[in-house]
């Protein structure tokens, strides 16, 4: 479980977010930052029952300011990325706590690379249909909702802006969100809460990875 403790520290430091106030209570962030990777672990548990993982990368609580015009220190969040074994399988999993309800779950292609979002561009020219049916289906819309992303206003250099499939190709992320209330992230249910819903995911992943590691006519792009 994640104690409410966890939740009333990020609480306290966004009210307090400098220096002073978080090396007075140094030691108290090191105790809960302990719980929540524990917890990170336990996640990385249930997900290797299904699936394969080959690391977990928890996020520092330190700000980088150096270009950024929020000087506060301090993230008021903790996070974690779960990330799956490349390069057969593709996507990857995220898990954010922070109070107010702000919490949430995050999962799929947030930064392709530039060849792989011109290879899924070039599937959903050739055939939308079964993306649209993984991403559709009711089962699947009842845990993650509607595919989000930043996208172009117009069509990719080299793609018919009046393509069937524009919605689709002109997006430059591929990502779901499910957001978590602070009930919930207390809650003895939530590590299973997070594992169904990363498991629910898994068909859209499937598909991703197969297009991912293969050219246009099917071909294996890493085997042999």
Do not use: C
């Not at 977990?56 to 980088?64: G, L, N, Q, S």
């Not at 990325?81 to 702000?102: E, M, T, W």
């Not at 069937?164 to 957001?179: E, N, S, W």
């Amino acid at each position: 479980m994640i104690s409410k403790k966890v939740l009333n520290f990020l609480k306290a430091l966004e009210k307090n977010n400098n220096r002073d106030w978080f090396n007075d209570n140094k030691k108290e962030f090191k105790t809960l930052e302990t719980e929540v990777k524990e917890f990170y672990n336990a996640i990385n548990q249930k997900l290797s029952i299904h699936d394969e993982i080959d690391k977990v990368k928890a996020f520092r609580i330190y700000r980088d300011v150096r270009f950024s015009k929020n000087k506060q220190p301090y993230k008021t969040n903790f996070g974690a990325s779960f990330h799956r074994v490349k390069p057969r399988l593709r996507g990857g999993y995220y898990f954010h706590i922070q109070p107010n309800n702000q919490s949430f779950l995050a999962t799929g292609f947030w930064a392709p690379e530039k060849e792989d979002l011109l290879r899924i561009r070039k599937e959903f020219e050739m055939d939308d249909q079964e993306i649209r049916e993984i991403i559709n289906n009711k089962a699947f819309k009842s845990v993650w909702g509607e595919l989000e992303g930043e996208e172009l206003k117009t069509a990719p250099k080299g793609f018919d802006k009046e393509h069937h499939a524009i919605d689709l190709i002109r997006k430059k992320q591929f990502v779901f969100t499910k957001k978590l209330t602070d009930k919930e992230i207390q809650s003895k249910e939530l590590i299973d809460i997070i594992d169904q819903s990363f498991k629910a995911i898994r068909p859209y992943f499937n598909y991703m990875s197969d297009v991912l590691t293969t050219d246009l006519n099917g071909v294996s792009l890493i085997d042999g």
